[in-house]
């Protein structure tokens, strides 16, 4: 079956994290193109509940949802018996919660992704595993020169965005333990052969996200505004960063599926880039007024958190140049697609 143009998925594949936000776009996805899905979640986020019941609403195909946590390995082992894909996207999300539980952000994102990776090494089927890292192995980048503008932060000498050449540097438990994850998966290929790919995701947003402040922050901000809630911003809200669809995001994943003897083993960065970033506040400000209808209030600024870039756009031409890949929906229009979802779902309950 085809989901995107020159990419075709396996018929049966297992998607962890299923019931969060990347997940569950994912889920709905694959299930329209005829896949096979198990839908493994713990459960543990605010309103997954929720987008498991939108799923089985919406979907023609059955999906097999399994309540259970990446951290046990058997049911982990279970759950991924008959799975040619394995979509790992379960995991501990925000640098704040790694600073405040760091055992718990390394049981989640290191160990569970081990399990995963055992769990494809030991089913027998080889399948493909494809795995949600992130921009934060890259570190503050406090070693580049940055430009303060009126309005944004920009790199003085990276027009194009950070590629994959840049080392890693991990700064806060989120980022080691992603990290780890990440090179586990590109271990996994090298040494067991395992059709395995990584992908250092920007900020991704879009539909069936309930963000919150230390998570889905473009999400949360919206649901704020939208709800008249007061909003803080940590740092002067000139820090940059590049937006990313997840309907785009599911096209990269696409993408590599199909050209899976090219990517596995591989690292991609995975961003809007250059054209699709924005500083957090005083450039998606009059985007959030285009689409609300209404002047913002001004929000309260706090201090800059652990780890935080005041820029990062990602050089996603590896990307493009490997799996022919690029992002296609503009910020403006994401943005409204977000709005509109939001205007279709009850509200009265939303964090």
């Known amino acids: 079956m085809t989901n995107d143009p020159g990419a075709s998925w396996p018929d049966t594949v297992l998607v962890t994290g299923a019931a969060g936000f990347i997940g569950s776009n994912f889920v709905r996805r694959l299930a329209a193109g005829g896949a096979t899905v198990t839908a493994l979640d713990n459960f543990s986020r605010p309103n997954s509940r929720r987008n498991a019941d939108g799923l089985r609403r919406d979907l023609v195909t059955d999906v097999s949802f399994v309540e259970a946590d990446v951290r046990d390995a058997d049911a982990v082992m279970s759950a991924a018996r008959h799975a040619d894909a394995i979509v790992h996207l379960a995991g501990q999300t925000a640098v704040t919660r790694s600073i405040v539980d760091p055992r718990d952000d390394f049981l989640d994102n290191a160990l569970g992704t081990f399990n995963v990776l055992e769990a494809a090494r030991l089913s027998g089927r080889d399948p493909i595993v494809l795995y949600a890292s992130t921009n934060k192995v890259y570190g503050t980048l406090d070693d580049l020169e940055i ?63 309930f963000g919150v402040e230390d998570q889905g922050w473009l999400a949360w901000f919206l649901l704020a505004l939208r709800a008249g809630r007061p909003l803080t911003i940590f740092g002067d ?115």
């Not at 503008?149 to 050449?165: K, M, N, Q, S």
């Open 147 to 209: 430009v303060e503008e009126p309005d944004h932060y920009r790199f003085a000498d990276f027009p194009g965005g950070i590629d994959e050449t840049r080392p890693i540097d991990f700064v806060s438990p989120y980022a080691c333990s992603k990290g780890a994850g990440e090179r586990y998966v590109v271990d996994y290929s090298r040494t067991y052969g395992l059709p395995t790919v990584a992908f250092r995701q920007s900020c991704v947003y879009g539909e069936h996200q």
């Open 237 to 351: 809200g000139k820090q940059v960063r590049d937006l990313l669809h997840v309907d785009d995001l599911f096209a990269c994943f696409s993408a590599a599926v199909g050209s899976i003897d090219t990517a596995r083993g591989e690292v991609f960065n995975v961003g809007g880039g250059p054209d699709n970033s924005l500083s957090i506040w005083w450039q998606l400000a009059p985007l959030f007024e285009g689409a609300l209808g209404m002047t913002l209030p001004e929000p309260t600024f706090a201090d800059w958190r652990l780890g935080d870039q005041r820029v990062f756009v990602a050089d996603s031409g590896k990307a493009r140049r490997e799996l022919g890949w690029a992002p296609t929906i503009k910020p403006r229009d994401g943005i409204r697609r977000m709005l509109e979802w939001l205007e279709s779902v009850d509200s009265s309950d939303l964090p």
